[in-house]
């Protein structure tokens, strides 16, 4: 079977970029810029490519709204600004459909409503190389320390059946 691709915003792409990359079936993980309209400011977004026979589109959803907070809007911490917000880029209807549904599913782990915007990408833009792999080339970095690896450990923990050595 080929490959899929989704795209997700969620607050600081290096973030989504070091707890996709640990997933089991993820074959790609790269962190860009995502201009969901011209109207629109652009989006920290990922790419991410990976095996529907291994994982599929729900699942990597419901890691999604569990790796940031999708209750609130423009902000993940200390990110605030439009370019943080909470975004799943659909291809085509039915990953519309599979989303409504996950976020519908979702909203029970939540006392807040989940704000997670629904769109079509019109454009992704991959960051600098700089940028890409951030986490593992950076460890040591207090972002890196404070930010991420908890987590990545709060994904390893609630996830452990999906979760793979880099």
């Known amino acids: 079977m080929e490959k899929s691709t989704l795209f997700l915003a969620g607050g600081c792409y290096w973030c989504l970029e070091a707890i996709f990359q640990r997933i089991k079936g993820v074959d790609e993980v790269i962190s860009g810029m995502a201009f969901p309209d011209t109207q629109e400011p652009k989006v920290e977004t990922i790419k991410i490519v990976y095996d529907p026979e291994i994982i599929e589109l729900e699942t990597l959803l419901e890691v999604f709204l569990t790796s940031h907070d999708p209750t609130t809007i423009n902000r993940q911490g200390n990110d605030v600004g439009p370019e943080y917000r909470s975004v799943i880029f659909c291809n085509d209807r039915h990953e519309f459909q599979i989303a409504e549904k996950v976020v519908y599913e979702m909203q029970k782990y939540y006392n807040d409503p989940i704000v997670t915007q ?38 390893k923990e609630k996830f452990s059946s999906l979760y793979k050595v880099v």
């Open 118 to 155: 629904l769109r079509k990408l019109k454009k992704f833009k991959p960051a600098p190389t700089s940028h890409q792999n951030y986490y593992n080339k950076n460890k040591e970095n207090a972002y890196c320390t404070n930010i991420i690896s908890p987590k990545i450990k709060k994904f």
